[in-house]
């Protein structure tokens, strides 16, 4: 079965500094990784995914993950945080072959980035 | 760009009533899927679709079923609500999964604004 975890239910950061929102996963063979963002009263919005190829993936809104498949991570960094990218933020895996080929999420990390 | 719409952003409804949320998509896709999202639970899938009147049970079908007579509308029915049913209800879309390196398996799901649905 596939699985997402991410640790922590809430990250703070003061704008202007670096942030990293944490997942990590478990599937079998090689995982599909994507990150969404929601905002209040939103639905999910799509960040960025990982396939193949660079282990770090550039996405929207200036984000970018780091893929570890040693430590099957797939961490979410931004290099200086904005107030406006407080938000819910949700990594989900996919397997491209065997077990369910329907996403996992995690259960949300949310992104408090103070003034 | 892909629209998802949810026909309602808010729902009051009460216990017993059969409820209808309605999910529209303009994009063609062949997978449409219905969530509910509970703080600290995140989301959990209630129903999936591949295609027209296919469906698939999730992770907490009891008390749902859903309709897809249409490709572009994916209906969630609440049979007889329950408080316990009061929640955020996502709806999303997204091109057929296939199984290994195809470029479909890997697109994205597109997601509605969500029906936060409360029962009295």
């Known amino acids: 079965a596939q699985s997402v975890a991410q640790p922590e239910d809430q990250v703070n950061v003061a704008e202007g500094n670096p942030l990293t929102v944490k997942c990590t996963y478990s599937?079998?063979?090689?995982?599909?990784l994507f990150w969404y963002v929601q905002y209040p009263n939103r639905g999910l919005q799509f960040l960025l995914k990982y396939i193949t190829g660079d282990n770090l993936v550039k996405g929207s809104y200036g984000f970018e993950a780091e893929f570890n498949k040693s430590q099957t991570s797939f961490h979410l960094k931004k290099p200086s945080a904005l107030v406006s990218d407080s938000a819910l933020y949700f990594c989900?895996?996919?397997?491209?072959?065997?077990?369910?080929?329907?996403?996992?999420f995690g259960r949300g990390t949310s992104l408090i980035v103070h003034p | 760009d892909v629209k998802v719409t949810q026909s309602s952003r808010y729902l009051v409804k009460r216990t017993g009533e059969k409820v209808f949320l309605e999910c529209v998509q303009d994009m063609d896709h062949e997978n449409m899927f219905w969530y509910r999202q509970d703080p600290g639970l995140g989301l959990r899938l209630i129903y999936f679709s591949y295609d027209v009147k296919m469906k698939e049970k999730g992770d907490i079908p009891e008390g749902y079923s859903v309709s897809r007579e249409k490709k572009e509308r994916f209906s969630l029915i609440l049979e007889s609500a329950s408080t316990n049913q009061t929640s955020m209800y996502l709806c999303a879309s997204s091109l057929r999964y296939s199984t290994g390196q195809s470029k479909r398996g890997y697109q994205p799901q597109h997601f509605g604004d969500g029906t936060r649905l409360s029962i009295l």
């Open positions: 599937v079998s063979g090689n995982p599909y």
């Open positions: 989900a895996v996919r397997a491209p072959s065997g077990g369910s080929y329907i996403p996992t």
